[in-house]
């Protein structure tokens, strides 16, 4: 026989959150207005002011709102990233699955960057350019991080100029997601400079606007990024 367990009251902190979801989902509260502010939202709700913060870190680790330090807290609008922190915490049980990690990043990935080539715009272009001149200098870097934070600005522009809000979405978890396997595949000897080349491969196919191009240099890195992960753990990514 199934066994149920009895259903939990909804607490306070949950009430608040709906009221402020319902405010949001109806239009009463607009995309980049700023909630009342947690004295305020205290005495209208009639509960204390830690009650009110609960909820709103809540809605802001779900991604609804963003508190901004010493200004409040406001409505996100629909094209602001995804927090890192609500992503990491969605699919913190994946994250050192090398397998799962390199097959998510492979399949979008390489869409996101086929959807880019056949609409990028040449103005579009020009900020990954910039990107990678900085990618080339910051090559030989002893830690990788500042080079990581350049991968990261160039992938999740070209989900931007891709033209498809759900791949640019999912662009950004992906690049959330393989932080921490990242830090560590640029550790590996020759790492970064293979991501200058394939990202130097990927540039050109976009500026071209050249599909077939795009199709062969995604496969192109996803071959060398098989041999960099196989390099930090057991998995043979087959």
Not at 114 to 119: H, I, Q, T
């Amino acid at each position: 026989m199934v066994q149920i367990k009895s259903v939990k009251r909804v607490t306070v902190t949950e009430q608040i959150m709906e009221q402020i979801v319902g405010l949001i989902r109806s239009g009463e509260l607009q995309p980049g207005e700023q909630l009342p502010n947690e004295r305020d939202l205290a005495e209208q709700f009639g509960v204390t002011r830690g009650r009110v913060r609960e909820a709103l870190r809540a809605l802001s680790l779900i991604g609804l709102i963003t508190i901004k330090s010493g200004e409040g807290s406001f409505v996100n609008r629909r094209q602001e990233p995804i927090p890192p922190e609500t992503i990491v915490w969605m699919f913190h049980h994946e994250l050192d699955n090398l397998d799962e990690v390199y097959a998510a990043r492979k399949l979008i990935e390489t869409e996101v960057y086929l959807s880019a080539a056949a609409n990028a715009k040449p103005e579009e272009v020009e900020p990954l350019k910039e990107i990678a001149d900085r990618l080339e200098r910051l090559q030989h870097a002893e830690e990788p991080e500042p080079f990581l934070d350049e991968l990261d600005r160039f992938d999740l522009h070209v989900g931007h100029i891709c033209r498809n809000r759900i791949y640019a979405k999912l662009m950004q978890t992906i690049v959330s997601l393989r932080r921490e396997t990242s830090l560590k595949l640029l550790r590996v000897p020759g790492a970064m400079a293979s991501s200058v080349g394939s990202r130097s491969a990927l540039l050109d196919a976009l500026a071209r606007n050249d599909v077939p191009s795009m199709k062969r240099a995604t496969e192109a890195f996803f071959e060398q990024s098989k041999r960099f992960y196989a390099s930090i753990g057991d998995s043979d990514l087959s």
